[in-house]
């Protein structure tokens, strides 16, 4: 018990170390004053990463101004941004594909020129050879720097964003440098996607990803076939197992083993053949990469919330086992807050298993690529899904609740012999949707938690039975037995192997 404490003293320790770095790490001798100032500083601008196929390339800002100043929200500058880059290496349409079918109908007949199609084509003349792009600067009457695209073929340039004073004092850059260093990045970062965007190489792109994607598909399927191999020589060599020595023999573990890994390993081909189909998707990059991240992220995730549990477990155990050995309890009601322990230390245990598990499926589900960012909207609506699911089990929310007051009310516990409804029988399992009882011939009984009306305890704090002993009709000498029967009470009583089990001698009513 002692090395169970130092092992949770240790552990909230080891959690608690963070805080205590950051606690130490803090500017102690700084003014109040000047610590509100920097976060008032730091907190003045609202910032936006902007992307080109998927891929930050540069974080623009905007200020926040308290009264009534029109300024663009940093997201959707950002949003703007983003679309401005997107013509220049984005293939975009108008249309649906039944206009474009209709299109091609229509100007097949006429003999029209491609470049005059709505749905098809380079109407705007924004796309062609990477190298034709060119980034400028132009400088804007109030000291800002417009950045804007040349490219052969249209006379007037393609506006793409504002540098603004905002975006260079959040830089610690002057308008012009900042200017500079975007117009180098967008016009490498721009030319990069307008190559990328090349049919040719998209139709490249598609053909490697079916083949890596089909072999993929092979080896799961290898893997597949493995597993099901494994689980039928180790349903086989439990078939053939006669006693459950046989059952943790080296056989049966290694196939345990091997059946086990086959399955991780089909789960993690699984989602590598995501991760690589949406990685041959241009733009998807990012979001690929974070789908094969998710593996060792829910790894990491399982081993944290294990670990918490792990020590929410060992701090039940100490807590309870203090409440055990309170020495305020009367002779009487330790055997029976014994028991107790112990029912409460099973359920405990249980409750806390299934609060990691319900964590850390909440967990992983919300940290799951493109969730993260879903509206407020989409959570309500998971909000009523839940409420719904809620209705629909009502019935399992009634035995949980009803299973908890039971516990904690002290109705009954583990080992207590008690009748509910009619039926009789020893206390094996108190869970939180259901009592399980055996009968005096051995069968198994469960009953839900919201179901236990009638309830009889023979066994709680202590117990008893009640022997009639009958007599023959008219029996002349009724003290004499009475005598007799009070004598062998007693000598049962002054018995050492009985004397210890009784609280008092045996009552003879007569």
Not at 267 to 291: S, T
Not at 377 to 389: R, T
Request: hydrophobic residues 50%.
């Amino acid at each position: 018990m002692r090395r169970r404490i130092w092992a949770v003293v240790v552990a909230l320790l080891l959690l608690l170390q963070p805080i205590r770095l950051a606690a130490a790490a803090a500017p102690t001798g700084e003014p109040a004053a000047t610590q509100a100032d920097r976060i008032r500083a730091a907190g003045s601008y609202q910032v936006a990463p902007v992307r080109i196929l998927g891929i930050p390339a540069l974080v623009v800002a905007s200020p926040q101004l308290h009264g009534d100043g029109a300024v663009v929200e940093a997201r959707r500058r950002a949003e703007l941004i983003e679309g401005n880059l997107r013509l220049l290496y984005e293939p975009r349409s108008l249309c649906t594909t039944a206009e474009w079918l209709s299109e091609e109908m229509v100007e097949g007949v006429l003999g029209g020129p491609r470049r005059q199609r709505l749905c098809s084509g380079d109407h705007w003349g924004l796309l062609g050879r990477a190298e034709d792009l060119q980034v400028e600067t132009e400088p804007l009457a109030d000291g800002e720097i417009l950045l804007q695209a040349r490219l052969p073929g249209r006379t007037m340039a393609i506006p793409l964003l504002t540098v603004t004073a905002a975006d260079a004092q959040l830089h610690g850059l002057s308008t012009t440098q900042l200017a500079a260093d975007w117009r180098q990045m967008l016009e490498r970062r721009l030319r990069h996607a307008r190559r990328i965007m090349q049919p040719a190489l998209l139709e490249l792109r598609v053909v490697i990803a079916l083949v890596v994607e089909l072999l993929l598909a092979a080896s799961t399927a290898r893997s597949l076939w493995l597993w099901s191999r494994s689980r039928r020589a180790l349903r086989r060599h439990q078939l053939l197992a006669r006693t459950s020595k046989d059952l943790q023999s080296g056989r049966a573990r290694r196939l345990q083993t091997t059946s086990r890994l086959l399955v991780s390993l089909t789960l993690v081909q699984l989602v590598v053949m995501l991760g690589f189909g949406l990685a041959a998707v241009p733009g998807r990059v990012p979001l690929a990469v974070a789908v094969l991240l998710q593996p060792l992220s829910m790894l990491l995730k399982a081993a944290l919330v294990a670990a918490v549990a792990w020590l929410l477990r060992q701090l039940l155990h100490v807590l309870l086992w203090q409440w055990l050995g309170t020495m305020s309890v009367p002779f009487v009601q330790r055997a029976r807050r014994e028991q107790r322990y112990r029912n409460l230390l099973q359920v405990g245990r249980r409750l806390i298993n299934l609060a990691g598990l319900i964590v850390l499926v909440v967990w992983v589900i919300a940290g799951w690529p493109g969730l993260d960012d879903s509206p407020v909207a989409a959570w309500l609506a998971s909000g009523a899904v839940l409420g719904a699911l809620a209705l629909v089990f009502q019935g399992l929310l009634r035995d949980f609740v009803a299973g908890l007051v039971v516990l904690f009310d002290d109705h009954y516990a583990v080992g207590d012999y008690v009748e509910i409804d009619g039926v009789g029988g020893d206390v094996e399992d108190v869970g939180v949707l259901a009592t399980v009882l055996r009968t005096l011939d051995q069968r198994v009984v469960v009953l839900r938690n919201s179901r236990l009306e009638m309830l009889v305890n023979h066994t709680k704090l202590r117990s008893g039975v009640e022997l009639t002993l009958p007599l023959a009709p008219g029996c002349p000498r009724l003290d004499v037995v009475v005598d007799l029967v009070q004598q062998e009470c007693s000598a049962f009583a002054a018995d050492p192997a009985w004397n210890d089990n009784l609280l008092e001698a045996p009552i003879v009513r007569a």
